[in-house]
């Protein structure tokens, strides 16, 4: 097993809070780590239509088999239990007694709201970081192109699958799938050529009109539909940073996907030499370095502190970094070399004049780090740098 970031953050809320409540993407991790690291507890699934039935005929009886708590996986398929899980745990006062995984964000953090607040620890499971593979498996972290188009889900390394045949039925297997049901999608159609759609505006700002119109469905239908792509950690929702600087920011978010290896599927790039030469490689680059900083967060159980700033005159930040007292100012560059040029959107006492700035980063698709002026300029290899 490649080990996880959150892994030593699992341990520790484990022994805070009765119950230890875990979300993230299909096939990121959460099981494996689950198991691993609470090897003294029963594992259940319940995709397993009989346990499933079980726990929803006698939740009590169901519970009664596991008076030393245990890992229930997908616990979203029986949201009903989860009030009995509370009665349980508010009598035995144990830490740590369940760890609850759940593939379905939404589901499983509105039924832990309403059953167990207070209870329980949510955490957060995305798939490999950079530094997580980089830890036990070096060669992979070099190749930027390979890298990006095989994705950083844990089977691909484990099982040393092909990224093309994985994507393809992750997509088919798992995202339709569970999408259904979240929500009833009638046009299974219309609806992968939406995700698609998506995937060709990465790194741009959200419009939910134009999306509406290149399909010919509603703009309700739209919003439903990224908001149950978000809730299935299929894409993040890049959030603009305009507190106190005024209403003449942007104000819609940017679309960028969890994971690298699903976009360029979805874009329809098989090789290295296609994604070099792709229109949309910066984009699919800022992708790759904006969800590392997020997998950052998560593997540190905080929520994203991660925004852009962007005025309506076209002057715009990759990536904003809220901090206590200061913003942290970060451009993503996929070239490999960086001139002044590239940086002057950093140059906050002119363009942001109301930002407190902290740093002024660069990370590019290069080899060295550097100094430019007043900015620090850093390889994507090197990103552990200023995570």
């Known amino acids: 097993m490649i080990k ?33 690291l609470f090897k003294d507890k029963e594992y259940v699934n319940f995709e397993d239509p009989d346990i499933r039935t079980q726990a ?4 009590r009886g169901f519970l009664g088999n596991y008076p030393d708590g245990a890992v229930f ?18 009598k035995s006062k144990k830490k740590g007694l ?6 379905q964000q939404l589901e499983v953090s509105r039924a832990v709201t309403q059953s167990l607040a207070g209870r329980t620890a949510l955490i957060k499971l995305l798939p490999l970081s950079i530094e997580e593979l980089r830890a036990s498996k070096p060669s992979q972290v070099h190749n930027l192109e390979k890298l990006i188009l095989k994705g950083f889900y844990p089977r691909l390394y484990k099982e040393k699958m092909d990224p093309a045949n994985y994507y ?48 010919g469905v509603s703009q309700p239908t739209i919003k439903k539909w990224i908001s149950i792509l978000e809730a299935s950690f299929i894409i993040y ?28 599927y979805l874009l329809g790039i098989s090789d290295e030499k296609e994604l070099k030469q ?38 715009e930040v990759d990536l904003v970094r809220e901090n206590a007292l200061n913003l942290d100012l970060i451009e993503i560059k996929s070239s490999q070399t960086i001139e002044k040029s590239l940086v002057k ?42 995570l």
Request: aromatic share 10%; glycine share 6%.
């Open 168 to 215: 393809m039925n992750y997509f088919e297997t798992y995202v339709q799938r569970d999408l259904r049901q979240i929500s009833q999608i009638e046009d299974l159609h219309h609806f992968e050529k939406f995700v698609k759609l998506l995937a060709s505006r990465v790194g741009q700002i959200l419009s939910y009109s134009g999306i509406a119109n290149d399909l």
């Open 4 to 36: 996880r970031q959150i892994s030593e953050k699992c341990i520790e809320l484990a022994k805070q809070y009765p119950v230890l409540s875990m979300t993230g993407p299909r096939q990121s991790g959460k099981t494996t780590l689950a198991k691993t």
């Open 56 to 59: 929803l005929d006698d939740p």
């Open 98 to 103: 369940f760890i609850l995984t759940g593939s």
């Open 345 to 386: 959107n950093l140059n906050a006492s002119k363009i942001w004049p109301k930002v407190k700035v902290g740093k002024k980063i660069a990370v590019y698709a290069g080899t060295k780090s550097f100094n430019i002026f007043d900015t620090r300029v850093i390889p994507w290899t090197n990103m552990s740098e200023v």
């Open 278 to 315: 792709h229109h949309l490689r910066g984009g699919i680059f800022e992708n790759l370095v904006i969800s590392e900083f997020l997998k950052h967060r998560y593997n540190l159980a905080l929520t994203p502190n991660l925004y852009f700033l962007r005025d309506k005159t076209g002057n």
């Open 237 to 264: 929702l890049h959030k603009p940073y305009f507190a106190n600087i005024g209403k003449r920011l942007i104000k819609s978010p940017k679309i960028y996907f969890i994971d690298t290896g699903l976009l360029a």
């Open 73 to 90: 996986d997908e616990v979203q398929r029986v949201p009903q239990m989860l009030s009995y899980i509370q009665s349980i745990v508010d």
